[in-house]
């Protein structure tokens, strides 16, 4: 709440508010496996500010820990609905900022996931990197920890500066999300669809489900598809979505 009052002051505020992206089986994509949640920043002069900015800058501002609390009171409250009216049982998937990534993440995950209603086993916590300022041993504990609650978790940005082979070897996560671009081309570009399929190939080999970003076409899922992806997120399946659009969206093909 100090944050957003901090944010929100005068003059030209900003304003965060939350949108979802369904992830979808890559065999039926009317089968939503669950959500990845996203931050949306608008400013009054500004415009939109691009999320990984106002990360950054709460976390320079030392009001990251805020903001991932924010994030996640938020999330609790605005998926109560799904879980408690629909029975929902997909996974929400929530980015991790760098100052969430302490030994206090599973009491905050208790305390506002949990106990604000979200199924343990439907949450997914995605890790880069770039919050990863501990330690593997450190890390690898933490998530241990968490996993006995029931949670998951998920490398994101795999491939990318925010990722790299060393973190798919040292840590002990369930999902590796390969970034879209590791599928720009992949229609146009045998080399591209085969240096992809390699990477899917990697995930499978270390028991790893594969989540796929940013397939935009159907030539796209269709390679995806044929290389044995798991999970398929990309505005071929569906954009980012306000909460009450993900509801319908459930609820049409619930
Ligand atoms: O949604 P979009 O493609 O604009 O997001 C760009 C990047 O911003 C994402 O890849 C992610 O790294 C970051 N991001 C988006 N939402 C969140 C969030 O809620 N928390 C954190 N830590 N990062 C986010
Ligand atoms: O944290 P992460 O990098 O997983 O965030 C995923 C980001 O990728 C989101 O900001 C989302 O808006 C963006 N995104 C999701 N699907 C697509 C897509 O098909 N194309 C493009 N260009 N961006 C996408
Ligand atoms: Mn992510
Ligand atoms: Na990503």
Not at 127 to 135: P, Q, R, S
Not at 233 to 252: E, I, N, R, V, W
Request: with cysteine; net charge negative.
């Amino acid at each position: 709440a100090g944050l957003i009052k901090f944010l929100n002051r005068e003059p030209g505020s900003l304003s965060l508010h939350l949108v979802y992206q369904p992830i979808v089986s890559a065999v039926d994509q009317n089968f939503i496996t669950g959500a990845e949640v996203l931050l949306r920043c608008r400013h009054d002069d500004l415009g939109f500010i691009p999320p990984n900015r106002v990360v950054n800058l709460c976390e320079r501002l030392g009001l990251g820990l805020s903001l991932g609390r924010w994030l996640f009171r938020e999330v609790a409250r605005e998926t109560r609905y799904i879980y408690q009216h629909l029975g929902f049982r997909g996974h929400i998937s929530i980015n991790l900022n760098p100052a969430m990534l302490t030994h206090k993440l599973a009491d905050d995950v208790k305390e506002l996931l949990i106990d604000g209603g979200i199924p343990p086993s439907t949450i997914c916590m995605e890790i880069t990197e770039d919050n990863a300022a501990l330690e593997f041993g450190s890390i690898n504990q933490l998530i241990e920890r968490l996993k006995a609650m029931g949670i998951t978790f998920a490398l994101d940005d795999f491939g990318t500066g925010h990722s790299s082979l060393e973190y798919l070897r040292e840590l002990k996560v369930d999902r590796l999300k390969i970034d879209r671009c590791f599928v720009d081309g992949i229609e146009t570009s045998d080399d591209k669809a085969r240096f992809l399929g390699s990477i899917i190939a990697m995930a499978d080999q270390a028991y790893m489900k594969s989540v796929i970003e940013g397939v935009e076409n159907q030539e796209q899922w269709l390679l995806v598809r044929e290389m044995g992806g798991s999970l398929i997120q990309g505005y071929f399946a569906h954009k980012p979505m306000p909460m009450d659009d993900y509801t319908s969206l459930l609820l049409d093909l619930g």
